[in-house]
């Protein structure tokens, strides 16, 4: 996955996609979807395309959880491997 830095670095973009649950998704010019908070929005306007690094604090929250989604499948996998009996 690619590191924070990478992703926003100037001239990095992200683009509207689509609102769903109360979040505006944004695609990031290397392909990462992450969500928008409405609660966070207050009365700010949010352009459809705009500086990446300008949404940095969204995309770090997006990594964060995509990390610690795939720590946890690994630790599952790990687990289960250990509890199968042998043949």
């Known amino acids: 996955m690619s590191e924070l830095k990478d992703i926003v670095a100037p001239p990095a973009q992200v683009h509207f996609q689509h609102y769903f649950d109360g979040a505006l998704w944004y695609e ?8 928008v908070p409405i609660d966070d929005i207050g009365n700010a306007t949010f352009p459809r395309d705009d500086k990446a690094m300008l949404y940095m604090r969204y995309i770090r929250k997006q990594l964060n959880m995509l990390e610690s989604e795939k720590r946890n499948v690994e630790e599952k996998s790990k687990t289960s491997d250990s509890e199968t009996p042998a043949q």
């Open 28 to 35: 990031t010019d290397s392909g990462l979807s992450f969500p």
